[in-house]
């Protein structure tokens, strides 16, 4: 057999062993994360989210209907399972994305070794400037809050979906991938409506896009764009639960700066190092960013994200909480994927570039290194049970 014939099968196994592992190391975290009480030994919100929904009857979150029925069951020992399940999934429809955003040029194994790098992927850490490897940093490898561990996997599924209706909108809309991006997208945002904000307005604006240039039929498209109306119902019955005036007298406030600096000391810099990698490859293919319609997506997607995060935040309750941050983190993935999509695509033709593009290049090499090293020391030590916060 030829080395090309065996390079599929070692990426199989390779793949296939990583994520057997981190979903493993996962599951443990979880069952731990599940007997915190106190103090800074694996600290998570899981015990809260148990408590909310069971004892307490908030219902806000597609996951409290989980917790719920494994309490009444007397099976909540299968919560960190789910879990489990939740983050491989994550890596899966991962893998997936970019199987699909590059055409199946990937092998789906090697897809998937750059899906659970996708998942690990940490801000570059500079002592400091914020409170902590977590804490002031924009992420989208978050372990401790399961409606975001929930929202993760289905965002990702809801947009393999989106991107396959968009490609083939201006030819067909059939009705079984209508109604199922319906109900997928529907079930994301009761998961948790920050993927709901970031990403949706951004759809809208594809749309938009596609009625003036006349992409498509305008009935198809006015079809297509009626799948959100579920959405928005279940956000006003989350925002009846959330912002009740029994609720902790929680509001939404225009505060720009006031939730995204609370634990940094700089919010520039923290912002460009949570991500540096793809700040750096968006600069060397500005010029493609209208071209690429996958990466003006994510990046727009990112934008609004971002925007969010920075003006808005909660009094009450919830005050500090940045919970408007969530949508961000989504979206952080996207850009992570890619760029390093489209930087691996840059090193196969590195000989041909000129002395500069190839230090840039290699720079960015550097760069997207210290991220993975940053997110492997997090989540080995998350494992371990250093609490997610990571204070100094």
Not at 161 to 168: F, G, P, S, V
């Amino acid at each position: 057999m030829s080395d090309t014939g065996k390079r599929p099968s070692a990426a199989r196994i390779i793949s296939a062993i990583l994520i057997t592992l981190y979903t493993g190391a996962c599951i443990y975290m979880y069952y731990r994360f599940m007997g915190w009480t106190e103090g800074s030994v694996y600290e998570s919100d899981l015990p809260a989210h148990i408590k909310l929904a069971v004892d307490d009857g908030l219902i806000y979150s597609l996951i409290s209907f989980i917790l719920i029925a494994l309490d009444k069951i007397h099976l909540m020992q299968l919560l960190p399972v789910i879990l489990g399940a939740f983050a491989c999934l994550s890596v899966l429809f991962t893998s997936k994305l970019i199987t699909e955003v590059t055409d199946k040029k990937i092998d789906p194994c090697v897809a998937g070794i750059m899906a659970l790098f996708l998942n690990v992927f940490m801000p570059c850490y500079i002592r400091g400037l914020s409170s902590g490897r977590y804490m002031g940093m924009h992420t989208a490898s978050i372990w401790h809050n399961s409606t975001y561990l929930m929202m993760k996997w289905m965002g990702l599924w809801t947009l393999l979906i989106y991107l396959k209706i968009e490609k083939d909108i201006s030819k067909k809309l059939t009705l079984k991938s209508f109604i199922l991006f319906t109900a997928v997208l529907t079930l994301t945002t009761a998961a948790k409506p920050n993927f709901f904000l970031a990403v949706a307005p951004v759809m809208l604006v594809f749309l938009i896009i596609d009625l003036v240039k006349k992409n498509a039929p305008a009935g198809r498209l006015f079809l297509f764009a009626s799948s959100v109306i579920p959405s928005f119902l279940i956000m006003i019955l989350q925002n009846k639960a959330l912002y009740d005036v029994n609720a902790g007298n929680n509001q939404i406030i225009i505060a720009p700066g006031r939730a995204m600096g609370v634990h940094a000391s700089n919010i520039v810099a923290v912002s460009f190092l949570s991500i540096a990698f793809p700040l750096l490859i968006l600069f060397f293919h500005i010029k493609d960013l209208f071209k690429n319609r996958y990466m003006l997506f994510a990046w727009m997607s990112a934008g609004v994200g971002f925007m969010q995060y920075f003006l808005f935040s909660e009094e009450g309750a919830r005050d500090m909480d940045a919970n408007f941050s969530w949508g961000y983190a989504f979206t952080i993935i996207l850009i992570f994927g890619i760029s390093l999509i489209l930087w691996m695509e840059d090193v196969k033709k590195f000989k041909t570039f000129g002395l500069l593009s190839r230090i840039y290049l290699t720079v960015s090499g550097i760069v997207l290194l210290y991220h993975t090293y940053c997110g492997i020391l997090f989540f080995e030590r998350i494992v371990r049970g250093v609490s997610y916060m990571m204070w100094g």
